[in-house]
């Protein structure tokens, strides 16, 4: 039987994205955040510039296209790092293209210019600034004073051929002539990369759709820009939980990069997670990117940024891809007999794990059925027999939890001294 003839796909019935190449300045991109926006979670870590690197390498790796290296307006030690990491880029000529985070002044986007000269490569600054009316208020700031501000960052960025991405902080809670206006004057100086952010969590897919059809549809078209001469950036955050949903429709309604960093790590709940983000597209055949390293970078990140990895997190998480149930443990003995390790990551998973560097394990404990024993026994190079079965599955009916390996190890061997 044929693969296809397996699944019945309802993802796809009604569902066509309309996407004009001719329309955008390229293909979908990933511009990943997790070493600047990430960084500013409060459980993170700052990694060692070493650490930094080798999750460089892993992105390059990935075919992520974009990567944020840090807010040179930090600080000396963090101008450093980027420095070192832009380095590192360039010796291994990685096609992953540099970007840093700037306020919109000019003292932050002057390290630019420096590293600019020295690495002989361009650099993108990406120059944020807020544009809610509940964040004017706060600030006592007045749009004259918004516009002002950007202009001045902008025309400096430019004028040392530094290419400028235009970041409206609270874009989702922004009003539309506020929007409109700041932008238009951006593109108008130079800008040819806009960054729509969802920056407080607020926005669901309906209104990313609402919101970057307004961008693409009214404010591009009316500054007098065809829509290919302007890259539209997404950028969201977790707080509803919706920072996968939410990178989804913004690639459907027309985004050219989507942002997002490793475990969604940032602030407060944390950025939209860029990994689910790829494993979503790549599934439904958006991307083509080879992710089977994707497993071994969230690791990395869980470990030199500190991030949680919950055992339940999706693809990633140590139970995202076991099972201890007998009667999915059968299907997928069933499958494995069948030498289909196709059919064996896809009869109960809806995410091949195969895809992503990982692989299917069956477990036994007080859920599980003599099948879950007789394959981990053949797995493990144990001669099956029915009485060694059924001893372990009594064991396995009186524990509270999954054994481990070494608990499974330790009760053949105690059945082995009773013979």
Not at 142 to 169: C, H, K, L, Q, W
Not at 378 to 386: A, D, E, K, L, P
Request: negative net charge.
């Amino acid at each position: 039987m044929e693969e296809k003839e397996l699944i019945f796909d309802w993802n796809t019935i009604d569902y066509e994205i309309s996407r004009e190449s001719s329309n955008h300045p390229h293909e979908l991109w990933f511009d990943d955040e997790t070493l600047r926006d990430g960084l500013q979670s409060p459980s993170a870590i700052n990694p060692t510039i070493s650490q930094k690197i080798e999750l460089i390498d892993f992105m390059e790796k990935l075919g992520i296209q974009k990567v944020d290296l840090g807010l040179p307006g930090a600080g000396p030690h963090h101008i450093d790092h980027i420095d070192s990491m832009l380095n590192h880029m360039g010796e291994m000529s990685y096609s992953l293209l540099p970007g840093c985070a700037v306020r919109t002044l000019v003292s932050d986007i002057e390290p630019l210019v420096d590293l600019q000269s020295k690495h002989e490569r361009q650099i993108q600054a990406s120059a944020f600034l807020g544009t809610s009316p509940i964040r004017q208020y706060t600030e006592g700031w007045t749009m004259e004073r918004i516009m002002s501000t950007a202009e001045s960052a902008v025309s400096y960025a430019v004028g040392n051929d530094i290419p400028v991405m235009f970041v409206t902080e609270d874009t989702t809670r922004s009003k539309p002539e506020d929007i409109k206006r700041v932008y238009t004057r951006a593109m108008e100086l130079g800008a040819d990369r806009i960054c729509v952010c969802d920056t407080c969590g607020h926005v669901t897919p309906n209104g990313v759709r609402k919101l970057l059809g307004f961008i693409q549809e009214e404010v591009i078209p009316d500054s007098g820009f065809k829509r290919r001469e302007i890259e539209v950036n997404w950028h969201g955050h977790q707080d509803r939980g919706l920072g996968v949903a939410n990178n989804l429709a913004a690639y459907e309604a027309g985004a050219d990069v989507i942002h997002g960093t490793a475990l969604g790590v940032g602030e407060r709940s944390g950025n939209a997670p860029i990994d689910q983000t790829l494993v979503n597209l790549s599934l439904m055949g958006v991307i083509k990117n080879d992710l089977t390293s994707l497993s071994e970078y969230m690791k990395k990140a869980h470990e030199y940024v500190g991030v949680a990895l919950p055992r339940n997190y999706p693809v990633f998480g140590e139970d995202a891809f076991e099972t201890g149930t007998g009667v999915h443990a059968s299907a997928v003995v069933k499958a494995m007999d069948k030498g289909d390790h196709w059919l064996a990551d896809r009869v109960y998973s809806g995410v091949p794990a195969g895809d992503y560097g990982l692989s299917q394990i069956i477990r036994i404990g007080h859920m599980s059925g003599r099948s879950n024993i007789t394959w981990w026994l053949s797995r493990n190079g144990y001669q099956v027999t029915g009485e060694l079965v059924e001893a372990l599955f009594e064991v396995a009916k009186s524990q509270r939890r999954l054994m481990t390996d070494s608990e499974v190890h330790a009760e053949i061997s105690k059945f082995n001294q009773s013979r």
